[in-house]
């Protein structure tokens, strides 16, 4: 419904030749520093950039909003970070996929420092959430999922009555 629509910033169109951003197929209002200068780029070009040039600070920048986000207390330095991701790999196998590898917490009641993070696929961490969040200690795990019985008897889903 248009009334219920997430509100979502988006950046200001140029009006001028001046404000365009430099990148060629922009044509968003170029970004303004906390001092107050005009940069050559939008905030969403130069974020792109900064992901293409240095993609383990645009990395570590997501995880410390997320931990801002959740008002978590985060202590990891750029150059602990780079060294971890060094030594686990994790920017080779980070991704969207459920066996691609993303960043847990080991103790949730903890912050983000470089001694509680670890490495887990997407699909252990979204059970590993689930059970979290939720308070169940016993979730089941991925290849326990086949073997369980379904939440709602088939015969009722088929019988076309409205349950509610």
Same mark, same amino acid.
């Given at each position: 419904? =248009? =009334?219920?629509? #997430? ?5 200001? #169109?140029? #009006?001028?030749? *001046? ?5 060629? =197929? ?14 050559? !780029?939008?905030?969403?070009?130069? %974020?792109?950039? !900064?992901?293409?040039? $240095? ?7 997501? !995880?410390?909003? &997320? &931990? ?14 780079? &060294? =971890?991701?060094? *030594? ?8 969207? *996929?459920?066996? %691609? ?20 696929? $997407? ?9 979290? +969040?939720? +308070? ?16 709602? *008897?088939?015969?009722?889903?088929? %019988? +076309?009555?409205?349950?509610?």
């Amino acid at each position: 419904m =248009w =009334w219920r629509r #997430k509100n979502t910033r988006k950046a200001k #169109k140029a #009006k001028s030749k *001046e404000d365009k951003c430099a990148a060629p =197929w922009c044509r968003n209002e170029r970004a303004v520093n906390n001092t107050g200068r005009r940069l050559r !780029l939008c905030w969403k070009c130069r %974020s792109r950039q !900064l992901k293409e040039r $240095h993609p383990v600070t645009y990395v570590l920048n997501a !995880l410390r909003q &997320a &931990a801002r986000h959740r008002r978590v207390p985060f202590s990891i330095t750029l150059a602990d970070f780079k &060294a =971890w991701c060094k *030594e686990t790999g994790y920017m080779e196998t980070r991704g969207m *996929e459920p066996t %691609s590898m993303t960043i847990d917490r080991k103790d949730h009641s903890k912050g983000y420092s470089i001694d509680n993070i670890q490495l887990m696929t $997407h699909l252990e961490n979204s059970t590993n959430g689930a059970a979290f +969040g939720r +308070g169940e200690q016993n979730a089941p795990k991925p290849d326990e999922w086949d073997s369980q019985e379904p939440a709602v *008897e088939a015969a009722y889903v088929c %019988s +076309g009555e409205n349950p509610f």
